[in-house]
């Protein structure tokens, strides 16, 4: 099964916590599951206030600076990964260096 | 003949319908076609057990009637030959030696997967009462009081989950065990407390899910037999069931523990559940099951309610509090002190207790012992609205009529 791992944090909490060093694992993190062939993608993302949000209304396309959730928690990774069950989705989610601080969503992957 | 029927089915049905449902959930990796061709399977044999008479080994009788059932319903939605074809190869040994090895195994299986930890703490509940415990939707949906069409779409909504996110149907490994063995304890616990006093309707004592509960936590001390909180639990729950029947009298009213007639306790529950208990505390890890369990000690080894030991109980009930801070964890302590110290002891530490449905009941019980007949009258009173049990309704009006 696939799951869609959402990483997301308060975003100065993120800042201050990667300069203190708690991203070290993170290289492990993503070793770990190349080497068991598990990851099927992985992006981290630009800071919140860099994105746009798009909506469609009446034929015309609106765009709002920054996030379409505002709020001190944001995405700010995403992986996608390939499991046998949601414990083993659950057990990489809790290894990713942010859920020690933020926290990741696990959302199953809709195969159609 | 038919009464003798419909009462094995019954029994069948009290002790089987879990183990049932949950070695169809194995066979067919489908929640609701299990339950439903159990359902079915239950149905016919209503109808054949009158003609041919009951068979020896209902259960096995009623495996393979839901799993033939299965093989058919699959069949005819062509699901597809190959989950027929794994589902036919793997109940071909479906000798009993198998099903009773494998059986206690289903029944687990399923009650961990009702109570993984990525579902909410009322949806393992729910799901637990209904597939494991049997309860119709209908009686689920009056425990949490809400409607009946409320309750299935909940319970819908959990096995859609269950299936989408892919909750695995086993039991966890045993380096998983002890993570996942709380979750599994408050089920259970909770399953036997609404067993134990029915939040609702004509009986306070639901025995059927008492065993169920006791039958479980027995299961599941054997797979774990060095939790000291399974132990724990287990011996809670012995030493409470003991009491059950001296805890209404013949006209099934509320009997409170001191006025209860202490030979109608079952004095091999009482025995069994301190063994469990001098098991569980040998390991010196005490936790809140064991604290419970210990104050039921105190009750059910006092030869009168006289002799009780309230002034240990309030101080187990002091650790207990600082463990789990529950609302009825702190009436309770309230009720103690009440014993230990005076009504208005009792009175006092009862003052700084957030609500619980007993608040009330037990704030009259110290107020009439302290004379005060009005306030206490007004308290029964109160007490009154927040129940709907009708043995404690009885008692409670008893009360307020003295």
Redesign the interface.
Known sequence: ?Q?LLLISADEDLAVTRMRDGAFASFDTWIADLEQRGVLRAHVGLHESATATTVRLRDGEVLLTDGPFAEGREQVGGLAVVD?????E??AIAAAHPAAAFGQVE?R?VRVS | MTDDVERALADTFAQDWGRLVATLIRLTGDWDLAEECTQDAFAAALRTWRRDGIPDVPRAWLTTTARNRAVDRIRRERVGAEKVRSLVVQTDELDLDVMDSGIADDRLRLLFTCCHPALSLSSRVELALRTLCGLTTAEVARLFAVSEATMAKRLVRTKHKIAVAGIPYQVPSAARLPERTPAVLAVLYLMFTEGYAATAGPHLVRVDLCHEAIDLARALAALVPDDPEVAGVLALMLLQHARASARTDVDGVLVPLEEQDRAAWDRAAIDAGLAQLRRAVRRERVGPYQLQALIAACHATAPTAADTDWVRIVSLYDELVAVLPSAAVQVNRAVAIGMARGPQAGLDALDGTPDHPLRPAVRADLLRRLGRADEAASAYREALTRTANQAERAYLERRLRA
């Open positions: 099964m799951y499991c046998t069950d949601l414990d989705a659950v696990v199953p």
